[in-house]
């Protein structure tokens, strides 16, 4: 995909392609080569290939961490989990639990607490494949580390939460390709069969030029901790990530950055600017927004309205739409014409009695952990970092343009030295004020 200033600030991406299964009829006569049109496509796999052995090490094991430590496995043959790393020794014991009750059992000898435990898990030689799943805030140094250890990553999103991150982020990404290391990223509506299949159409001229677009994630309000006895600064924050913008990058990056991630990919290029608003009404911990409106300019008069909201009882919907000269579509299973006539539609497996079960057959969590397996057994080289990254600067551009008040563009923000946190991450007092930010005040970029 092309877009002007995503060349003028890294160059270009080098993406192997690999070839895609098709899904539904091509609605156009288009006579181009489909395979070069749709490289870069992930495949849509029943199950990764055999091969050699890989070992994983999990960093990060939380709910999140240990669901995809289980995807990996469940990808393919020859799949192990040998080692965990978290900064809570709880936390490491919950995660070999649910292991052993799958009889897959991780030594104790393998498993490492604290700050630095991510560099013992990577030392271990025999470790091929690292899954990064802590709060996003660690993502540039663990990632960093992992291509210093010739490991293979799958690293969850958002990859950063401020532009100094994302940077690195795009350097590392560098290094890895430089190593032919794979890399596959959270972002898993891409390696979804039905997303896939629309994009496709879309592409194929099912819609028309692209006029115009819309995101949204509107939840209840998601988990938050209550500080307990005995709790210090950085321990009480750490285990309410979700609720401080250091750590997570705010809900408009940790949830709402999939939608995003998806307006990108149809439009082929990244937004120029931003403008928007957000507030908080109901939150009780941390420094976060309850909501964002943003309007994300991708020039030529297109624009994307792009909202988010973590409220309880509400009206909720999560989603995308793409609207075109000559129809629009959801992004993920249907194409309408103008008028709201159906002009496409995914065809999903039936079930026994022949009945549409209105979901892919392989969720879009394991395919993605068979794409990256796929990728290392097959050389068919992938590194979605990149793209995840642009993406999650798209998300921090939008928050930038909330939390201010101003007009944020493309430019400003990727060379921005916005970088979040404390100087000096480790357990015990953090010298810090968590205001929730304030639009129209001054602040520097």
């Given amino acids: ?55 994983a090490g999990l960093v990060g094991t939380g709910a999140r961490g240990t669901g995809a430590a289980i995807n990996f496995i469940s990808s393919g043959p020859d799949l192990e989990i040998i080692a965990l790393a978290d900064l809570f020794q709880d936390k490491i014991d919950a995660c070999r639990q649910r292991f052993d009750s799958f009889k897959l059992p991780i030594p104790a000898e393998n498993c490492f607490v604290g700050f630095d435990a991510y560099k013992k898990l990577m030392a271990i030689p025999d470790i091929d494949v690292v899954i990064l799943a802590t709060p996003p805030q660690f993502r540039p140094e663990h990632f960093l580390e992992a291509v210093k250890n010739n490991k293979h990553a799958f690293i969850e999103k958002p990859v950063a939460v401020d532009p100094v991150g994302i940077r690195s982020i795009l350097t590392t990404a560098k290094k890895a390709e430089a190593l032919g290391l794979c890399v596959v990223t959270g972002t898993q509506r891409r390696h979804q069969e039905d997303y896939i299949a629309t994009y496709k159409q879309v592409l ?151 009945n549409a079960m209105n979901q892919v057959k392989i969720p879009p969590y394991v395919q993605e952990h068979m794409h990256l397996v796929y990728a290392i057994r097959t050389g068919n080289y992938v590194n979605e970092a990149e793209q995840t990254a642009l993406s999650t600067l798209t998300a921090i551009m939008g928050r930038t343009a909330a939390y201010t008040g101003r007009q944020i563009t493309w430019d400003e923000i990727y060379k921005s030295d916005m970088d979040l946190g404390p100087a000096k991450i480790e357990f015990g007092p953090v010298d810090m004020v968590f205001e929730t930010p304030i639009p129209g005040t001054p602040v520097t970029i």
Avoid at 15 to 37: F, H, P, V, W, Y
Avoid at 218 to 239: A, C, L, S, T
Wanted: with cysteine.
């Fill in 1 to 55: 995909m092309q877009n002007i200033d995503r060349r003028k600030f890294i160059g270009k991406t080098a993406l192997a392609g690999i070839g895609l299964a098709g899904a539904g009829a091509i609605i156009t006569s288009c006579k181009r080569n489909d395979d070069k049109k749709f490289a870069g496509l992930p495949p849509i796999l029943n199950g990764a290939p055999k091969g050699k052995k890989l070992k």
């Fill in 204 to 354: 194929n001229g099912a819609i028309g030029r692209i006029t115009s677009a819309k995101a949204f994630w509107n939840q209840d309000h998601v988990w938050f901790r209550e500080r307990e006895e005995g709790w210090n600064d950085m321990e009480y924050m750490i285990r309410n990530w979700n609720n401080f913008c250091w750590l997570c990058g705010d809900h408009i990056l940790d949830t709402h950055v999939h939608n995003i991630d998806v307006i990108n990919w149809f439009m082929g290029k990244y937004p120029q600017k931003a403008i928007g608003y957000g507030g908080r009404h109901r939150r009780v911990t941390g420094d976060q927004y309850d909501f964002f409106s943003i309007d994300f300019d991708y020039g030529n008069g297109i624009s994307s309205h792009s909202m988010c909201r973590q409220i309880d009882s509400c009206a909720n919907s999560t989603g995308e739409v793409i609207v075109g000269t000559e129809g629009y579509t959801n992004c993920a299973n249907t194409i309408w014409d103008p008028d709201g006539k159906i002009k496409w539609q995914f065809e999903y497996p039936k079930d026994e009695n022949g």
